[in-house]
């Protein structure tokens, strides 16, 4: 007897990979990944001068060569968002956290570990961070001194208005420290426009690099007052700073291979076209998606305006026979991997439209997703 399961084709990277449709890590390039096929010793000058170009160019993604620096810290990306909060929040200051996601609550956390007082704005996972009432809080509570925002909420894929939370922050004369882990390359940040003491970012998101490391754009001046504020050694950015500004090295041993593919990645990122060049591919992905996903009937649970092209959330479908595992077991099985959901206020799951993907592999994973859905009718 003949079975009526349609034969599932895998693609499937230039490796052999699957194709990771996700907020990170991501799938890299060939090239990438052979930069990590080499040795370096930390004190080694040529590994010392990457270490410096590395800095430099990350500096120059903001616009900030003349008023900022770059502090790279081993880790994830939470790792150097905890020691952000820990090198720039001082010990007897309270830092305001606007939420509307899983990484806002992150910081939260974060600070009760650390021990540094806190406050929040929250907002739904499918509404912006709420301006008038970051406005009012700032008004009522002078023992405020810093507040942080993500500028990319993954937990949705939603895009928060940061300039306007900037000149707000700036108006009361308060700090601001942004997670822009997930936006970092892809969506403009200019501190040219956008007045901030620290923003963190990680290696493996819009840069499109291997996991590994963390760093921190700062503002010369705020890191220059924060010495002796961290909580932790390891995760004092001044600390680290300092010893990068003397010899060029590292404190501690360095993620050799993820820095010679971070560098290589920076080479490809520039050679696209940098912000401008890597967002439109991404927005390219996101329009791509949305629109296939939505003529086979998905709901995406944000309005076009508020999402960034970054990760799109779509709610669970109405078919009483969809299952989640079952839908993404089979999208494994053809070689694309996507990622469950992370809201509490809807069934979903999310697709991401960044790493080094193009509108063929978009394509692709709506083919592998279409041929799904056929399961579940």
């Known amino acids: 007897m003949q079975s009526s399961t349609p034969t599932l084709h895998r693609a499937g990277s230039p490796t052999g990979d699957p194709w990771l449709l996700t907020p990170g890590p991501l799938t890299t390039s060939v090239t990438v990944k052979q930069a990590m096929l080499h040795d370096y010793g930390s004190r080694d000058k040529t590994f010392i001068d990457i270490n410096a170009q590395i800095r430099k160019r990350l500096v120059a993604i903001v616009e900030g060569a003349d008023t900022h620096v770059c502090v790279p810290l081993q880790g994830s990306g939470t790792f150097v968002v905890e020691a952000m909060v820990g090198t720039f929040v001082p010990r007897n200051g309270k830092l305001l956290i606007l939420i509307n996601g899983a990484y ?207 990760i799109v959330t779509f709610h669970i479908p109405s078919e009483t026979k969809f299952d989640f595992k079952s839908f993404y077991d089979s999208l494994v099985q053809q070689g694309y991997v996507i990622y469950p959901g992370k809201l509490t206020v809807a069934e979903s799951f999310r697709i991401g439209c960044i790493g080094r993907l193009g509108e063929k592999e978009i394509r692709g994973a709506l083919a592998a997703i279409s041929s799904t859905m056929n399961q579940f009718r």
């Open 104 to 310: 806002g609550h992150r910081i939260a956390k974060i600070c009760s570990y650390i021990g540094r007082e806190y406050t929040t704005v929250e907002t739904a996972e499918d509404v912006p961070v709420d301006l008038k009432r970051l406005n009012s809080k700032l008004s009522q509570d002078a023992s405020i001194s810093h507040v942080a925002v993500v500028h990319c909420e993954t937990t949705s894929g939603i895009l928060n208005p940061i300039k306007q939370v900037a000149e707000i922050v700036a108006r009361h004369e308060r700090r601001l420290l942004i997670d822009a882990m997930s936006a970092f390359g892809a969506i403009p940040l200019s501190s040219h426009s956008i007045k901030f003491d620290a923003v963190v970012a990680s290696s493996n998101k819009c840069l499109e690099g291997s996991p590994g490391m963390g760093f921190c754009i700062a503002d010369r001046g705020a890191l220059a007052t924060a010495q002796g504020n961290s909580h932790s050694l390891c995760m004092d950015l001044h600390d680290q700073w300092v010893a990068m500004e003397g010899n060029g090295q590292w404190r501690f041993t360095p993620p050799t291979h993820a820095i010679l593919a971070f560098n290589q990645a920076l080479d490809e990122f520039e050679q696209e076209g940098g912000v401008e060049g890597r967002g439109e591919r991404y927005r390219n992905n996101c329009r791509t998606l949305v629109k296939g996903m939505r003529d086979m009937g998905f709901r995406t649970l944000l309005p076009d305006d508020l999402q960034a092209p970054i």
